[in-house]
């Protein structure tokens, strides 16, 4: 099924090979299978392996390679349907002077016609064009053009030469996608140099129309057979290596743990459950069975009901964890417009891993959530810090990408959440942990680990089966479906009937997840007879609202949805277990495991080790505005700070609101006792003024973030 531009075969024999619709239907599933898989293999390399070389902290995952094998089905299927239609169409215009003299390269046009409708179609339904989306649009109305000229018009066939060819075209409109994004980003941080990064790359795709055009005049290469054979081989190579490194990975991950040395002082785990709100732990009472491996950890631990996070947000509360400070001593939150993403942390302020190394610890830290990277000093005092970041399937940039729509598509037969994930999962956490250790692990040395598992945050998609163990997931509900619907919510325009229900049930579900991978190192612990003088301190950093109050999401609340989290401490030897109803803070982590290691205190530190039987205490909250989602009392964000004298809490806004709550009789805060209860309420307000007096005041940071990382902290839901 080839020209005679391409064989040199009169036109007779060309057009012997189409006599029948049979033939043209055929035809074109072949050349639309060949158009389509160059597609996939050319947005393969733009999305992933791209993304891979110029971010070589980013790691291709095994659940990366199972998307990708489903992509590549997809695209398999949707080329023959495409073609066999065109081929269809073009029978019906056998008649014609293009069609009678070059069959063959009609049907090769028809195979890209419907790749060029299908992206600019799909460009065209976007809610919001992204930057330069236009100009994509106008170059993808152009090649419609340009390849129904040549369809109908037997003049027009070869003048574009290979501007037409499925290939040329797949890579001019993604790499001018790969151009609006550069300069997308580059204009996001106000850099001038945005143009000496775009301009060699338009050069580029310039370079390559012309080239195109001209290697391709006179019918050269058109509807040639290697040509098309090849880009149907290379759309099913794309397929068998995503499905073998899919099962490969799959194999890798149970790779053996490393062992963990022995001796008389105590080993340190501190467990991160990020975005884990204590009321949906079963440990701690709730209905639903989350976290049967907290329950069995449970029995051997103090589980503190009663534990409160110094913030609401990722930055600012394992800041808190790790300097066993409140957020205004120690400096890292959200300072806009100077650092509206966050400060780093205070450098006069020692961490939790820096006292434990200088005391001859091994410090280990693996997390999920990119917050806890370099930039915010967080990472100060380990060893080894990692942040395993996957290739993403669908960042932010990638509106343009038909990859967005086959997804929606491939929902109908198969579950595609995971198409929307942007962290490592936890599994991914552990193996990295694992490794680590093979690597840098010191003989004889006590070990400190850090962990950080992001499976129930936002866009909360828990892999399978987790995914389905509590009822209420909407069948292909993708994040910009729930990124819309929150947006209403927060508006206060109403709330989708099945919103709450959905993200309940894969937020728990992710917490039943990293329960899952807490108990695959807890058992790593005993197979290495460690447990027992091991330090197990598992909580979280902050909870997460679902539409009470018209938030959404977290960093915008003061309320316990936000600052009551889970806090179990199996403290060595399993010392005193059992169940501290006092309050305790995320300040108080630091001291407790430093004293339980006989690590000396920092003079700076606010919170009081969690001794068996202690006194309680006045503590505090903390939180500021971030660039998230926020209510419509406080559009721009508030500054609020809580004081809790327990039962009783009470908050005061800089927008002027006062409350006061009775957290034993009213845990949800629905009755504010503000008027009933003056003279507390007054009591406390007046505690509060004399702590916030004696706040220190900080210097301003002009804390940017780079325009990557700010894409990644927008894709978690950390930026609107």
């Given amino acids: 099924m080839i020209s005679s531009h391409a064989a040199g075969t009169p036109e007779s024999a060309s057009l012997s090979r189409f006599r029948k619709c049979s033939d043209y239907v055929a035809a074109g599933a072949i050349?639309?299978?060949?158009?389509?898989?160059?597609?996939?293999?050319?947005?393969?390399?733009?999305?992933?392996?791209?993304?891979?070389?110029?971010?070589?902290?980013?790691?291709?995952?095994?659940?990366?390679?199972k998307l990708t094998s489903l992509l590549a089905i997809g695209y398999l299927i949707a080329g023959p349907l495409r073609g066999t239609l065109a081929g269809l169409r073009i029978w019906r215009l056998r008649d014609s002077a293009s069609v009678r003299v070059h069959p063959a390269r009609v049907l090769e046009l028809g195979?890209?016609?419907?790749?060029?409708?299908?992206?600019?179609?799909?460009l065209a339904a976007v809610h919001e064009l992204p930057y330069g989306g236009i100009w994509m649009l106008l170059s993808g109305v152009a090649f419609i053009i340009l390849l129904a000229a040549g369809i109908g018009?037997?003049?027009?066939?070869d003048r574009p030469g290979l501007l037409t060819n499925y290939w040329v075209i797949s890579g001019l409109w993604l790499g001018l996608g790969q151009k609006f994004a550069l300069e997308s980003n580059m204009a996001a941080q106000n850099l001038t140099r945005a143009g000496s990064w775009s301009l060699p790359l338009g050069l580029g795709l310039l370079a390559t129309a012309g080239l195109a055009i001209w290697a391709g005049r006179g019918g050269r290469w058109a509807a040639n057979r290697w040509i098309t054979a090849g880009s149907v081989a290379l759309g099913a190579g794309l397929l068998l290596c995503s499905?073998?490194?899919?099962?490969?990975?799959q194999a890798g991950a149970h790779t053996a743990s490393p062992a963990i040395a022995s001796g008389a002082r105590p080993n340190v785990v501190l467990i991160v459950m990020d975005t884990v709100r204590a009321d949906h732990v079963s440990a701690l009472g709730y209905t639903r069975d989350t976290t049967p491996n907290l329950k069995r950890l449970a029995r051997d631990s103090v589980v503190y009901a009663n534990a409160v996070a110094a913030s609401d947000i990722t930055l600012t509360s394992h800041a808190s964890l790790f300097t066993g400070m409140y957020p205004s001593w120690h400096g890292a939150y959200c300072q806009p417009p100077e650092a509206i993403y966050g400060r780093e942390l205070a450098k006069q302020y020692p961490t939790l891993a820096e006292v434990l190394r200088a005391n001859g610890y091994q410090t280990v830290g693996v997390a999920a959530n990119l917050y806890l990277r370099a930039d915010f000093g967080l990472e100060r005092g380990f060893d080894e810090f990692r942040i395993p970041r996957p290739v993403p399937l669908l960042p932010d940039e990638t509106r343009h990408l038909l990859r967005r729509t086959l997804r929606r598509v491939l929902s109908f037969a198969v579950d595609t959440a995971q198409f929307d994930r942007l962290y490592s999962l936890g599994e991914d956490i552990d193996a990295a942990l694992f490794a680590t250790l093979q690597q840098r692990g010191k003989p004889g040395a006590p070990l400190f680990v850090f962990l950080n598992y992001m499976d129930a945050h936002f866009p909360y998609v828990p892999p399978a089966p987790y995914n389905a163990s509590f009822p209420g997931k909407r069948a292909r509900f993708t994040q910009d479906d729930l990124e819309a619907e929150q947006t209403l919510i927060s508006k206060d325009q109403g709330e989708a009937a099945g919103y709450r229900p959905h993200c309940v049930s894969q937020y728990d579900g992710g917490i039943a997840y990293i329960d899952a991978q807490i108990g695959k190192v807890v058992d790593w612990l005993k197979r290495e007879k460690a447990y027992d003088n091991t330090m197990i301190v598992v909580t979280s950093d902050h909870g997460e609202s679902f539409g009470e109050r018209h938030r959404v999401g977290h960093a915008n609340s003061p309320y316990q949805n936000l600052l009551h989290v889970p806090l179990l401490i199996k403290y060595p030897r399993s010392a005193h277990p059992g169940v501290e109803s006092r309050p305790a803070s995320l300040i108080d982590v630091a001291p407790t495991i430093l004293s339980a290691v006989q690590a000396p205190l920092p003079a700076a530190l606010q919170g009081r080790g969690l001794d068996p039987g202690g006194e309680?205490?006045?503590?505090?909250?903390?939180?500021?505005?971030?660039?998230?989602?926020?209510?419509?009392?406080?559009?721009?964000?508030?500054t609020a700070k809580a004081i809790f004298e327990?039962?009783?809490?009470?908050?005061?806004?800089?927008?002027g609101k006062r409350e006061l709550f009775d957290l034993s009789a009213d845990p949800d805060e629905q009755r504010n006792l503000f008027i009933q209860q003056q003279e507390r309420a007054t009591r406390m307000d007046a505690a509060l003024g004399a702590?916030?007096?004696?706040?220190?005041s900080q210097t301003r940071q002009n804390k940017q973030v780079d325009a990557e990382k700010r894409k990644g902290l927008e894709g978690l839901g950390y930026i609107h």
């Fill in 646 to 655: 327990w039962p009783m809490k009470f908050i005061a806004s800089s927008n």
């Fill in 243 to 249: 499905a073998v490194l899919w099962i490969a990975g």
């Fill in 616 to 638: 309680a205490r006045t503590i505090y909250g903390e939180t500021f505005p971030c660039p998230v989602m926020q209510p419509p009392e406080c559009p721009n964000g508030c």
């Fill in 31 to 65: 050349y639309g299978a060949a158009a389509w898989s160059a597609y996939a293999v050319v947005e393969f390399v733009f999305s992933s392996v791209l993304f891979r070389l110029t971010r070589p902290y980013s790691l291709f995952t095994a659940w990366h390679w």
């Fill in 153 to 157: 018009s037997a003049r027009w066939i």
């Fill in 691 to 696: 702590w916030r007096k004696v706040l220190p």
């Fill in 111 to 122: 195979a890209s016609l419907t790749l060029a409708l299908a992206f600019t179609i799909n």
